[in-house]
């Protein structure tokens, strides 16, 4: 008798894309980002999208993740081989786009890559949000529902839901009623967190209808990403650029045209969700997953004792100084070396950075090999539970309530440095408060 192999016999009918988008977005990420593309940024001991293929590997009848962006082809080669090796039931691969297309644009132009194999379901992560991703309750949702997609939303307060997409829904049949990408006035609290399920037959379809469209009426040609909050539109045939220009986003195009469908539904999380935005979010995320990692008894964890205050994460080959006290929230890289006495709270210190005896450190990002002095303090301010925002307002100035050191720099000894941002290689020799050190 003719033997099937297994692979075959499973059919898989959910794919899952991960857009991890280019080296020009990403920019409010500076200036980590000048060191590692933000989706490689380690938060809670893993990369950014480590957190997201994790979630994804929950899924069961999933084989194979596309990581969708227009990154150089080297850069996840590393991250791919290292999962592949993590996760071996899984096929891991990145396509690149030549060029930006958008967040719908790049999975219309790897259609028959990701249609291999027939999948039902596509799911599709934004890789800059951090959350606990529940996507066992939007696929329990897309069946009950025989939905055409389901989104991920959350509520938050009234004076940023306009930072995002936002969900008019039925409360009730959780039916989305009206999807409006940024708008310019309050229409709901219910926001887009930027994590849907798909039905393969109608998303392709949907974009498809889309790129028709454009050429019958006005569309919107720079569109409202939050990295780019101004929009122009267009009328049709004004512009060949325009005519020629293959970016198609999800939110703009495609969404609010769903919305008039009776099939697409939202699944409200109540846990917690975060965008990673500005380098300063990252602290924000590495506590939200660290906090996660500790709920469920994570063994990557360190133990707590009178000097580990839950939850910490010590990469295995730093070297911590039994009297130094580290935590809540703290992530400690690869060879760092913490001395005696030292105090770490909310930061991140990166992988070779050095924080000597007597040194605090709070609110704060460590560059890679970066030097804080005996007795110095780098310090921000903490962030207010359920703020979307990394930025406050000290003496009338906006400046960013989390401290980051970039690569190789040196703090000196008992030198205070308060709500500063510094690009890599800079020396602090003196005091500093509410500055960007360039
Ligand atoms: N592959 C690819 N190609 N990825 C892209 C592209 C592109 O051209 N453009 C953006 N991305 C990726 C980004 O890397 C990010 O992971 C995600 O798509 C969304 O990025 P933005 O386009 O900057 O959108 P946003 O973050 O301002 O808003 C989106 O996310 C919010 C939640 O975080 C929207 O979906 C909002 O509605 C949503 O609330």
Same mark, same amino acid.
């Given at each position: 008798? *003719?033997?099937?192999?297994?692979?075959?016999?499973?059919?898989?009918?959910?794919? =899952? %894309? @991960? &857009?991890?988008?280019?080296? !020009?977005?990403?920019?409010?990420?500076?200036?980590?980002?000048?060191?590692?593309?933000?989706?490689?940024?380690?938060?809670?001991?893993?990369?950014?999208?480590?957190?997201?293929?994790?979630?994804?590997?929950?899924?069961?009848?999933?084989?194979?993740?596309?990581?969708?962006?227009?990154?150089?082809?080297?850069?996840?080669?590393?991250?791919?081989?290292?999962?592949?090796?993590?996760?071996?039931?899984?096929?891991?691969?990145?396509?690149?786009?030549?060029?930006?297309?958008?967040?719908?644009?790049?999975?219309?132009?790897?259609?028959?890559?990701?249609?291999?194999?027939?999948?039902?379901?596509?799911?599709?992560?934004?890789?800059?949000?951090?959350?606990?991703?529940? *996507?066992?309750?939007?696929?329990?949702?897309?069946?009950?529902?025989?939905?055409? =997609? %389901? @989104? &991920?939303?959350?509520?938050? !307060?009234?004076?940023?839901?306009?930072?995002?997409?936002?969900?008019?829904?039925?409360?009730?049949?959780?039916?989305?009623?009206?999807?409006?990408?940024?708008?310019?006035?309050?229409?709901?609290?219910?926001?887009?967190?930027?994590?849907?399920?798909?039905?393969?037959?109608?998303?392709?379809?949907?974009?498809?209808?889309?790129?028709?469209?454009?050429?019958?009426?006005?569309?919107?040609?720079?569109?409202?990403?939050?990295?780019?909050?101004?929009?122009?539109?267009?009328?049709?045939?004004?512009?060949?650029?325009?005519?020629?220009?293959?970016?198609?986003?999800?939110?703009?195009?495609?969404?609010?045209?769903?919305?008039?469908?009776?099939?697409?539904?939202?699944?409200?999380?109540?846990?917690?969700?975060?965008?990673?935005?500005?380098?300063?979010? =990252? %602290?924000?995320?590495?506590?939200?997953?660290?906090?996660?990692?500790?709920?469920?008894?994570?063994?990557?964890?360190?133990?707590?004792?009178?000097?580990?205050?839950?939850?910490?994460?010590?990469?295995?080959?730093?070297?911590?100084?039994?009297?130094?006290?580290?935590?809540?929230?703290?992530?400690?890289?690869?060879?760092?070396?913490?001395?005696?006495?030292?105090?770490?709270?909310?930061?991140?210190?990166?992988?070779?950075?050095?924080?000597?005896?007597?040194?605090?450190?709070?609110?704060?990002?460590?560059?890679?090999?970066?030097?804080?002095?005996?007795?110095?303090?780098?310090?921000?301010?903490?962030?207010?539970?359920?703020?979307?925002?990394?930025?406050?307002?000290?003496?009338?100035?906006?400046?960013?309530?989390?401290?980051?050191?970039?690569?190789?720099?040196?703090?000196?000894?008992?030198?205070?440095?308060?709500?500063?941002?510094?690009?890599?290689?800079?020396?602090?020799?003196?005091?500093?408060?509410?500055?960007?050190?360039?």
């Amino acid at each position: 008798m *003719l033997q099937v192999p297994v692979r075959e016999q499973s059919q898989a009918s959910t794919k =899952a %894309v @991960i &857009l991890v988008g280019g080296p !020009s977005r990403g920019t409010r990420f500076r200036p980590l980002s000048l060191d590692v593309p933000k989706p490689l940024f380690e938060v809670a001991g893993h990369p950014i999208i480590h957190h997201c293929l994790k979630a994804v590997t929950k899924v069961p009848d999933v084989r194979e993740v596309i990581l969708v962006g227009y990154y150089d082809e080297s850069v996840f080669r590393d991250f791919i081989k290292d999962a592949s090796k993590e996760y071996p039931q899984l096929r891991i691969v990145y396509l690149r786009e030549y060029t930006a297309l958008g967040t719908a644009g790049g999975l219309y132009h790897f259609r028959d890559a990701i249609l291999k194999g027939k999948p039902e379901r596509l799911l599709v992560l934004n890789a800059d949000v951090c959350c606990s991703f529940p *996507l066992g309750e939007m696929m329990k949702l897309f069946e009950e529902k025989d939905a055409e =997609a %389901v @989104i &991920l939303g959350t509520r938050v !307060s009234n004076d940023t839901a306009t930072n995002f997409g936002c969900i008019v829904s039925d409360s009730h049949t959780k039916r989305v009623l009206h999807y409006v990408e940024k708008p310019e006035s309050h229409i709901s609290n219910l926001i887009n967190c930027g994590v849907y399920l798909f039905a393969t037959e109608c998303i392709f379809p949907a974009i498809r209808s889309a790129i028709k469209r454009r050429t019958t009426r006005p569309r919107l040609l720079s569109y409202p990403s939050s990295d780019n909050l101004e929009s122009s539109f267009i009328a049709a045939g004004d512009d060949e650029d325009a005519e020629k220009s293959e970016v198609l986003r999800l939110e703009q195009d495609i969404l609010s045209d769903l919305a008039d469908s009776n099939r697409f539904f939202v699944h409200e999380t109540k846990d917690f969700w975060r965008q990673i935005k500005t380098a300063g979010s =990252a %602290v924000p995320a590495n506590a939200l997953y660290l906090q996660k990692a500790f709920q469920a008894e994570s063994s990557e964890l360190t133990p707590p004792s009178a000097t580990i205050v839950p939850p910490v994460y010590i990469h295995p080959t730093a070297s911590v100084d039994p009297t130094a006290k580290l935590g809540p929230n703290v992530s400690i890289g690869p060879r760092v070396v913490i001395g005696a006495g030292a105090r770490v709270k909310d930061s991140i210190v990166l992988e070779d950075a050095e924080i000597r005896h007597d040194a605090c450190v709070m609110h704060s990002i460590i560059g890679w090999s970066s030097r804080v002095g005996a007795w110095a303090r780098v310090e921000g301010t903490p962030i207010p539970i359920g703020s979307h925002s990394t930025s406050i307002v000290k003496q009338g100035i906006k400046v960013q309530s989390i401290t980051i050191l970039g690569k190789e720099c040196g703090v000196g000894e008992e030198v205070r440095v308060q709500n500063c941002v510094c690009l890599p290689y800079k020396e602090l020799k003196r005091d500093v408060a509410n500055e960007v050190i360039m």
